[in-house]
């Protein structure tokens, strides 16, 4: 069964950095892409940035460009998404997708709930 | 960047009812389109892509059509379990943006 499980809800206050994961299991992880997608309370969907977990190529948003950056770790199945400086309109659901060869997001993860407030 | 715009933004339906959803692009962007359905709480879900394969497991009373700028997305006869929030998103480019989405409601 195709599955990509992300990390827990986080708290933090602006400015501090973060990490959150998304470990895929179930598939060949390094055939397929993952794209990082936020979700803004009561928003919609908006496409952060791609990565290829067999090389760490990314392609970001350039709305979101400089602002996080995204990694991965091939030998756990796992690729990250990492802010340095975390602000109050961070504050967002994140999911990892996996994307198909027709650019469709075809498994989700979960969702990782992140609150910035002081 | 291509804008893309879903109409109407909010609809009210009864079970067994026949829904269209309409997604319009700023430009051509072929047949490089993408349905999703979320529901409160939960991660979207995949219903079509390339803008008329359904995804496996999706059931048959969805279906998409168009090319170009024009999208539809059509749910034959509406179940209870259809209530949802609608999304399209183009992948004709890098950006791969999504539309405002469709909240479909029981009248």
């Known amino acids: 069964e195709v599955q990509l499980v992300q990390s827990g809800a986080e708290v933090k206050k602006p400015g501090e950095s973060l990490r959150i994961s998304c470990k895929g299991s179930g598939y060949s992880f390094l055939s397929y892409w993952i794209n990082w997608v936020r979700q803004m309370p009561g928003k919609g969907l908006e496409r952060m940035g791609t990565i290829d977990p067999t090389d760490s190529y990314t392609n970001y948003n350039p709305s979101f460009q400089g602002h996080v950056t995204m990694s991965v770790d091939k030998s756990i199945n796992t690729v990250y998404l990492h802010w340095s400086g975390l602000k109050a309109s961070d504050t967002a659901i994140y999911y990892c997708?996996?994307?198909?060869?027709?650019?469709?997001?075809?498994?989700w993860g979960q969702g990782t709930l992140v609150t910035v407030s002081s | 960047d291509i804008q893309m715009t879903q109409s109407p933004s909010s609809l009210s339906a009864s079970i067994r009812d026949r829904v269209t959803i309409s997604c319009r692009a700023s430009?051509?962007?072929?047949?490089?389109l993408n349905w999703y359905q979320q529901k409160l709480g939960k991660a979207p879900k995949l219903l079509i892509y390339?803008?008329?394969t359904l995804h496996f497991g999706v059931p048959s009373r969805f279906s998409g059509s168009g090319s170009g700028t024009d999208f539809n997305l059509t749910i034959s006869s509406l179940q209870r379990d259809d209530f949802a929030t609608y999304y399209c998103q183009q992948s004709y480019n890098t950006l791969w943006t999504f539309g405002q989405g469709t909240k479909v409601e029981i009248k």
């Open positions: 430009q051509s962007i072929s047949t490089s």
């Open positions: 390339a803008a008329s």
């Open positions: 997708a996996r994307v198909l060869p027709a650019a469709a997001n075809d498994y």
